[in-house]
């Protein structure tokens, strides 16, 4: 084997897993029952291919949703965390909304497949600026104090997650989703005075 096949080999083995990677978002978004004969097809290649890449669907469901976070994580690290924090919270949740909405299908496949542990782990940077905001708020009076801070973020990610359900539910419209949402969260997190 010269030096040459063995780079070409590792190019091509990353585009391979990239590309299934890639349909699987896909393909998981649209069902999260997607088998892996589907997504295989949808990556153009064949199940043993995808195989030696991915041991098991669990693997791949992995794969997938980490890609997701990992591009909602980019795009959430643009958004601007400063000034009042009701104003900081809107902005924040009009860019996660539609990430959300991606990765609600994702999020239904990994809970069939991956350990609870996990799922915290490949949520720990959104939920991590969503903490330091609402503890920001609470000490500028901006956000209720009653409850704990754990719980708060977690009930506004089960809030999105369940708007999205909605969404795909057809209860819920893309043109009021968003807005419900908002003002969801919102209620909740409204200081008990307000």
């Given amino acids: 084997m010269t030096s040459q096949t063995r780079p070409r080999r590792r190019a091509d083995a990353e585009r391979s897993i990239a590309r299934i990677v890639a349909a699987a978002r896909t393909c998981l978004s649209e069902d999260p029952d ?12 064949g199940r043993m291919t995808l195989y030696g890449h991915f041991k098991t669907r669990a693997d791949l469901v992995d794969a997938a949703l980490a890609a997701a ?10 958004v601007d965390m400063e000034g009042d924090p009701g104003e900081v919270l809107d902005r924040l949740l009009a860019s996660s909304w539609a990430l959300v909405a991606e990765s609600s299908a994702l999020l239904e496949a ?5 350990p609870p542990g996990r799922l915290r782990e490949l949520h720990a940077e959104p939920a991590k600026r969503m903490e330091d ?3 920001r708020g609470r000490r500028e009076g901006v956000f209720r104090t009653d409850m704990p ?5 977690s009930v506004v990610q089960y ?4 708007a999205a359900e909605q969404l795909r539910a057809g209860t819920l419209t893309e043109q009021n989703v968003a807005e419900v949402a908002t003002a969801s969260v919102r209620s909740v997190l409204r200081t008990p005075a307000d």
């Fill in 69 to 78: 976070m990992e591009a909602g994580e980019a795009k959430l690290a643009t």
């Fill in 34 to 45: 997607a088998t892996i004969e589907t997504i295989a097809a949808a990556a153009e290649v």
């Fill in 133 to 135: 905001l609402l503890r």
């Fill in 159 to 162: 809030l999105l997650h369940g």
């Fill in 149 to 153: 801070l754990a719980w708060l973020v």
């Fill in 110 to 114: 990994a809970q069939g497949v991956l």
